[in-house]
């Protein structure tokens, strides 16, 4: 129970959130913005209270006005159906929300006024949260199943290419027919940041992912993936074909068509421990 209760000294406010709190104040939209934080928590709790079932390493949790982001430290090599829960328990949240606030209703101690402001308020935040944009859920839903069908650094390539066109199409839409939408745009401001940086920082992301394979809690990898290469190909280059969530085996072919067999704890401990990352393959078979 400690753990779930340590949560909540993990809780940090976006400045986004204070200054939608501060024009609340001005506009004296105190409820509204008392609604939104409500949801937002709940949401975020989701998140955490999962994550901490599973006994990850949770860094922050932090709230934004239309979402916020449990930061944790796996990096990618949790199992796929821990990472799919986790990102679930977010949008879930509103479902109960929903039927909540919906019986609080019809039983009389919510008014019509204030079902309508939460249920709109619930759906918005459900609907954005799993829009196809990292950082948001849907951004990591698309990331999760790209990890199922390409290698663990060209996946996250591909969901921020996907996630930039995502917001650039959400953008266009703001722009038809939502325009005035102030909270909106402040929202695809954040969006496109998050973004840029994240592309930005993709090896970054990379070194992480096969750190914590390394240096991390080496679970049982429910599959085995060979990976076929020349003796001319670096260490990078091999490392950059790692999938999340398999073993690899790496079968070198050298110039007289011999083929040698690497364990990736092999590859990863020349990468790691001795600095070589562009070593090709032939000089450590012939070792």
Known sequence: MSKYVALFTK?????LLWLFGGIAVITAHFKQLFLLFLIVLIHELGHAVAAAFFSWRIKQILLLPFGGVAEVEEHGNRPFHEELIVTLAGPVQHLWLMGIAFFLWKAGFMTDEGWS??????????????LPIWPLDGGKLLFLALTRYFPFSEAHKKMIILSFV???LFFSSVLLLQPQQFDLWIMMIFLFISLWKEWRHRHY?????????YYGKRGSYAKLRTIHV????????????????QKHSIV???RNHERVTLDENELLHVFFSEKQSNEKLGNLVYI
């Open 11 to 15: 809780i940090h406010i976006h400045p």
């Open 117 to 130: 402001l939460f249920a709109h308020y619930n759906v918005a935040l459900l609907f954005i949260n799993l």
């Open 166 to 168: 995502a917001l650039m």
């Open 205 to 213: 992301v990379m070194m992480r992912f096969l750190l914590e394979r």
């Open 230 to 245: 020349s003796e001319e190909e670096t260490i990078i280059q091999v490392l950059q074909n790692f999938y999340r969530g």
């Open 252 to 254: 070198v072919t050298k």
